[in-house]
């Protein structure tokens, strides 16, 4: 059988399907439960090296969603990037490379990032203009903003227009990552009535679907080649849940699988996808529980550090997927801090130990204690709930299945690191946490130097070791189905794949 991708680089992470593809009556038996159609597949041979690009990104309708509004999901999310570009952007391997800026300098210390824009056009037609592009960062950072990035570029003092063509961002402290998180699709710069700047435009518009063709370059050298495009270059982006889109993929009807998270992996091994086309992001960020109350049982930080320590980390990841690497800090390295990751005190005990201090603090507690986890749909969730409620069971709590948006103790924090500091780790985990750990956070994101922010962020990092605000189980399990056709694809940390840099030909 031979792939319908290269392997590429190799990832950290072991791929295991637990069953044999589409095989057993019992597999055939989970996906009708699961409202799976597993096509009958004979042959792994390559998608046809023509026509448009196929996406099927997992999620909603491909439309174009403002930032300041809300999160966007990860159609959204492609399609924000696709059509409209920031003042840098990611490039196939999660580097950062032009976008309206053709180049930038830091001076004053690292508290000015002035950069030149480069001639460009709306998708009306019009010139980009730096105080356009100054009015459209101000929007997305302004206070009332739900940009999921605004709380982390609290350091931007004022965002001004220095020519026609420059402007300067300046800050109140050093923020060595900042072209990083203007990298992300959420800082894109588009415009109502007249559009982004490409690389790609809509050129059709479907109710789940959209075609995408390369936008007009001013910048290229002779803009007669860009009249005619090859239908090759073309993108044609679908948005939909995940079993639809592995199926399609396995049906060969389309060429990359985007955004595949923990709760969907178990569909992959469903149908009949060649492994070297199934590639794992060696993704950074947040995988785990934010504890959300702190009453009853919850309100004593030895109870939280016991129910933390409790749980089966290996046994929950390797439900899901064999060899998915647990963790028990929340910081993955040292990264900005001044010291290697805390550790829970609760990691020096054995795993017999760690389940006999839980059973003893839940029986001391006196009443009973009942946990609600928040976890999204999915067979992968499913299968995580079932090992963490084996191990919270076997301390002799109960717990409960929630949704996302209901009342919880304990909701699962999913997330990509978007720039490389623990501030952002140790915030995103602390969702409800204590004075102390609050305090040093708070102190770390105002820290006048370097040093200092380090510094702050260690004590942080210490105090939510203690305080146990947080439960860690695994780094993000990021999951793409790509095939041959895209030579440009590369696994990376963001865990993100430009539309425009997947095959070595669209630009």
């Given at each position: 059988?031979?792939?319908?991708?290269?392997t590429?680089r190799?990832?950290?992470?072991k791929?295991g399907?637990?069953?044999?593809?589409?095989?057993?009556?019992?597999?055939?038996?989970?996906?009708?439960?699961?409202?799976?159609?597993?096509?009958?597949?004979t042959?792994?041979n390559q998608?046809p090296?023509?026509?448009?690009v196929?996406?099927?990104?997992?999620?909603?309708?491909?439309?174009?969603?403002?930032?300041?509004r809300?999160?966007?999901d990860?159609?959204?999310r492609l399609?924000?990037?696709a059509?409209a570009?920031?003042?840098?952007?990611?490039?196939?391997n999660?580097?950062?490379?032009?976008?309206?800026?053709?180049?930038?300098?830091?001076?004053?210390?690292?508290?000015?990032?002035?950069f030149?824009?480069?001639?460009?056009?709306?998708?009306d037609?019009?010139?980009?203009?730096?105080?356009?592009?100054v009015?459209?960062l101000?929007?997305?950072?302004?206070g009332?903003?739900?940009?999921?990035?605004?709380?982390?570029?609290?350091?931007?003092?004022?965002?001004?227009?220095?020519?026609?063509?420059?402007?300067?961002?300046?800050l109140?402290?050093?923020?060595?990552?900042?072209?990083?998180?203007?990298?992300?699709?959420?800082?894109?710069?588009w415009r109502n009535g007249?559009?982004?700047t490409?690389?790609l435009r809509?050129?059709?518009?479907?109710?789940?679907?959209?075609?995408?063709?390369?936008a007009f370059?001013?910048?290229?050298?002779d803009?007669?080649?860009q009249?005619t495009t090859?239908?090759?270059?073309?993108?044609?982006?679908?948005?939909?849940r995940?079993?639809r889109?592995?199926?399609?993929?396995?049906?060969?009807?389309s060429?990359?699988?985007?955004g595949?998270?923990?709760?969907?992996?178990?569909l992959?091994a469903?149908?009949s996808?060649?492994?070297?086309?199934v590639?794992?992001?060696?993704a950074?960020g947040?995988f785990?529980?934010?504890?959300?109350?702190?009453d009853?049982f919850?309100?004593?930080?030895?109870?939280?550090?016991?129910?933390?320590?409790a749980?089966?980390?290996?046994?929950?990841?390797n439900?899901?997927?064999?060899?998915?690497?647990?963790?028990?800090?929340?910081?993955?390295?040292t990264?900005?801090?001044?010291?290697?990751?805390?550790?829970p005190?609760?990691?020096?005990?054995t795993?017999d130990?760690?389940?006999?201090?839980?059973?003893?603090?839940?029986?001391?507690?006196?009443?009973?204690v009942?946990l609600?986890?928040a976890?999204?749909s999915?067979?992968?969730?499913?299968?995580?709930?079932?090992?963490?409620?084996?191990?919270?069971?076997?301390a002799?709590?109960?717990p409960?299945?929630?949704?996302?948006?209901?009342?919880a103790?304990?909701?699962l924090?999913?997330?990509?690191?978007?720039?490389d500091s623990?501030?952002?780790?140790l915030?995103?985990?602390?969702?409800?946490?204590?004075?102390?750990?609050r305090?040093?956070?708070?102190?770390a994101?105002?820290a006048p130097?370097?040093t200092?922010?380090?510094?702050l962020i260690?004590a942080?990092d210490?105090?939510?070791a203690?305080d146990?605000a947080?439960?860690?189980i695994?780094r993000?399990l990021?999951?793409?189905?790509?095939?041959?056709r895209?030579?440009?694809?590369r696994?990376?940390?963001?865990?993100?794949h430009?539309?425009?840099?997947?095959?070595?030909d669209?630009r």
């Amino acid at each position: 059988m031979r792939g319908r991708g290269e392997t590429g680089r190799r990832s950290r992470l072991k791929i295991g399907f637990p069953w044999s593809a589409g095989s057993s009556p019992a597999v055939r038996t989970i996906a009708l439960l699961l409202g799976v159609a597993l096509p009958i597949l004979t042959g792994c041979n390559q998608r046809p090296d023509s026509g448009p690009v196929v996406v099927s990104a997992i999620g909603g309708a491909p439309r174009l969603a403002d930032p300041a509004r809300g999160r966007p999901d990860t159609a959204a999310r492609l399609l924000l990037d696709a059509t409209a570009q920031g003042l840098v952007r990611f490039d196939a391997n999660g580097q950062i490379e032009p976008g309206l800026a053709e180049r930038w300098i830091v001076i004053d210390e690292g508290t000015s990032y002035i950069f030149r824009l480069r001639e460009a056009r709306w998708r009306d037609g019009s010139r980009v203009e730096a105080e356009q592009v100054v009015a459209q960062l101000r929007r997305q950072l302004a206070g009332g903003s739900r940009n999921a990035l605004a709380p982390f570029l609290t350091a931007i003092d004022e965002i001004v227009t220095m020519t026609p063509q420059v402007i300067e961002v300046r800050l109140r402290r050093p923020r060595p990552d900042l072209l990083k998180l203007f990298a992300q699709p959420e800082l894109t710069l588009w415009r109502n009535g007249a559009g982004g700047t490409g690389p790609l435009r809509i050129v059709q518009e479907g109710k789940r679907s959209l075609l995408l063709r390369p936008a007009f370059d001013p910048n290229r050298a002779d803009p007669e080649d860009q009249r005619t495009t090859r239908p090759e270059q073309d993108v044609r982006l679908i948005g939909e849940r995940a079993a639809r889109a592995i199926v399609r993929f396995a049906a060969r009807d389309s060429d990359f699988v985007a955004g595949g998270t923990f709760a969907d992996w178990p569909l992959v091994a469903l149908a009949s996808v060649a492994p070297a086309n199934v590639r794992i992001d060696p993704a950074a960020g947040l995988f785990g529980f934010a504890i959300l109350h702190r009453d009853g049982f919850l309100a004593d930080a030895q109870n939280r550090a016991a129910i933390s320590g409790a749980i089966d980390r290996i046994a929950v990841t390797n439900a899901v997927m064999q060899g998915w690497e647990p963790a028990e800090r929340i910081l993955p390295e040292t990264l900005d801090s001044t010291v290697p990751p805390a550790l829970p005190g609760w990691s020096l005990l054995t795993p017999d130990q760690r389940r006999e201090q839980a059973r003893t603090r839940v029986a001391a507690y006196g009443d009973p204690v009942r946990l609600r986890i928040a976890l999204p749909s999915g067979p992968g969730a499913t299968v995580l709930y079932a090992q963490v409620a084996a191990s919270l069971m076997a301390a002799g709590i109960t717990p409960q299945r929630v949704g996302m948006a209901d009342d919880a103790d304990l909701r699962l924090v999913d997330q990509i690191a978007p720039y490389d500091s623990a501030r952002w780790y140790l915030a995103n985990a602390c969702a409800v946490c204590g004075d102390e750990a609050r305090d040093a956070l708070i102190a770390a994101r105002d820290a006048p130097t370097l040093t200092e922010r380090a510094r702050l962020i260690a004590a942080a990092d210490a105090a939510l070791a203690v305080d146990t605000a947080f439960i860690p189980i695994a780094r993000p399990l990021r999951w793409s189905l790509v095939a041959l056709r895209l030579r440009q694809w590369r696994p990376n940390t963001r865990a993100w794949h430009p539309l425009n840099r997947l095959r070595d030909d669209t630009r």
